[in-house]
């Protein structure tokens, strides 16, 4: 079960280090969803700069073949956890398999939904449960654990704000993750601990190649750069400019309860 014996309140105002990511040298990042696209490439980002990373995911192999890139062939402290972020015990397990913990980053969830009268509740049940519950838990995990100058990255997109039709249950929860984030910073700050979310707009990963039906890999990569001519910088996004918007987020002891935009003007077309 998780622990409740977290102190309510920490002793001083929160520590300033370096806002820079090499501050992050030696401390621990737990990535819900560190297995693919965005939550991968953080993963590479952070180990570059010396931090010790813990990736969690369900697909096992998936998992292993992210710390192995991750790892990039060189003895290095990554973890690989598998846990499902819906299962509060299965996230404690992550945290007690990793030790001290002092950031967490949550990129763990799925794209879906459909036209109201085509769309029963049914069929976005789990997106919606994936997406709040799994903030949830992982939040509640991290409160538990971390210490002052911790941090709780989360992740939303920009459907919150500019939706397309069809997308109605997916603008939802990703809104719902960006007010949670609003309280999570409140609730948390008496502890020292920053809560942030990042709003994604388009980036080139395994899930935005589904939601486009482009083949994985290179040979997928033509369709990428033609999709990416309707977007106004003239191409989607890579998985790194959406993982190093999280690294600013924990790093930058001065920012929370922030929802960062990062689009590449998305926002404005
Ligand atoms: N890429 C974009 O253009 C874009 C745009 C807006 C928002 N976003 C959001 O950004 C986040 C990251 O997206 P991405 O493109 O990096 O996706 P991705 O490539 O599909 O990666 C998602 C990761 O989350 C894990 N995951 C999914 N459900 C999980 C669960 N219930 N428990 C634990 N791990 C879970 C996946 O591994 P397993 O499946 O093995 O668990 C995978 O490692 C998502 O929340 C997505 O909605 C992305």
């Known amino acids: 079960m998780t622990s409740t014996s977290a102190p309510t309140t920490a002793a001083g105002p929160a520590p300033v280090r370096s806002p820079l ?8 990042v737990v990535i819900v969803g560190g297995s693919s696209g965005i939550g991968l490439a953080a993963g590479s980002l952070l180990r570059s700069v010396g931090a010790r990373v813990v990736l969690a995911g369900r697909d096992e192999t998936r998992l292993a073949a992210a710390v192995a890139r991750v790892k990039g062939g060189e003895d290095g402290d990554v973890l690989g956890v598998p846990a499902d972020m819906t299962d509060e015990g299965a ?3 992550v945290f007690e398999t990793a030790g001290r913990v002092d950031h967490v980053l949550v990129t763990a969830g799925s794209m879906g ?12 049940e789990d997106l919606v449960a994936g997406r709040i519950w799994g903030a949830y838990a992982a939040a509640r995990v991290a409160a538990a654990h971390l210490p002052a100058g911790g941090s ?3 992740t939303s ?19 719902a993750v960006e007010a949670f984030t609003r309280a999570l910073a409140v609730e ?21 190649r589904g939601v486009f039906g482009i083949p994985a890999g290179p040979e997928g990569d033509a369709a990428v750069a033609a999709a990416g001519e309707a977007f106004l910088l003239g191409r989607m996004g890579t998985a790194e400019e959406a993982a190093s918007a999280a690294v600013f987020a924990m790093s930058n002891t001065y920012v929370t309860g922030t929802v960062l935009t ?3 003007g998305l926002s404005l077309s």
């Open 113 to 124: 939904g459909g036209p109201l009268s085509e769309t029963p509740r049914s069929a976005v």
């Open 157 to 175: 997109g920009v459907y919150a704000t500019r939706p397309v039709p069809g997308v109605a249950v997916g603008a939802a929860s990703v809104a």
């Open 188 to 208: 948390l700050a008496p502890r020292r601990i920053r809560a942030n979310t990042i709003r994604f707009g388009v980036f080139d990963t395994p899930l935005a």
């Open 21 to 28: 990511p090499q501050s992050l040298a030696g401390s621990t």
């Open 152 to 154: 709780i990255t989360l």
């Open 262 to 264: 990062v689009d590449g």
């Open 91 to 93: 996230i404690e397990k």
